[in-house]
């Protein structure tokens, strides 16, 4: 069964610092989506993206954080200048239909982002 | 925005049990999607369940959209069924986002 696949699994990085998350949505899959989760909360939806650019995006994505598709194939996240709130699980996930017609949305495995 | 409870918070079985877990949600939706997190955090996909009724092995799920609640069964609990699970809806006014619920913590002891 086709998967979504998020790079890396879990990284650390210095308050301050740039990081990039990595996905791989299903290959047919139209409609891209970050996630994040907080440890202990809830998950709560950031950005979603189709044909290019942003088309929901929320309170949380703030200047900070930008997507890009910089191929045929791979979606990133990259947040700026982390803060220690930035600690989280971001997971991306994508989907196939919009429109009238709606589809699963399929979650990657997450990525672990520790901000120390 | 939308609002999603799900009940009960905290729920403990025997292994053998069975268990119904419940979500609420305050308008009308597009889609409803069951998930299981894992002790390792992925989310596993159960069911795309925007109405009506599902069902996969010991897992079953009915929504009653005109009603705004999804209900989630499960059979003959085993100890791997432990975890968190999240009820999550696409609001029909407002995008294609997912608003997840607080979850439910499972534990299905031996």
């Known amino acids: 069964e086709p998967e979504v696949t998020q790079t890396p699994s879990h990284q650390v990085t210095q308050m301050g610092q740039e990081v990039i998350l990595r996905c791989v949505p299903i290959s047919n899959h139209l409609y891209f989506y970050w996630y994040r989760q907080i440890l202990g909360q809830k998950v709560e939806f950031l950005v979603s993206f189709y044909n290019n650019e942003i088309s929901e995006k929320s309170e949380i994505f703030d200047d900070q954080f930008s997507v890009e598709r910089p191929d045929g194939s791979n979606f990133t996240l990259k947040i700026r200048s982390t803060k220690l709130e930035d600690s989280a699980m971001y997971f991306c996930a994508s989907t196939g239909h919009w429109g009238w017609f709606r589809e699963t949305q399929y979650f990657g495995p997450g990525t672990r982002l520790l901000v120390l | 925005g939308i609002q999603v409870e799900q009940s009960p918070p905290d729920l403990i079985l025997q292994e053998g049990a069975n268990s119904t877990l419940r979500c609420n949600f305050s308008d009308s939706v597009n889609n409803l999607q069951w998930f299981h997190q894992n002790p390792w955090g992925q989310l596993i996909n159960l069911f795309y369940i925007p109405s009506g009724t599902k069902q996969n092995g010991r897992l079953s799920a009915t929504t009653v959209a005109t009603e705004r609640y999804s209900l989630l069964y499960i059979s003959s609990s085993q100890t791997t069924d432990s975890g968190v699970y999240f009820c999550?809806?696409?609001?029909?006014?407002?995008?294609?986002?997912?608003?997840f619920g607080e979850g439910t913590q499972l534990t299905v002891n031996p």
């Open positions: 999550a809806v696409e609001q029909k006014t407002s995008g294609s986002r997912l608003t």
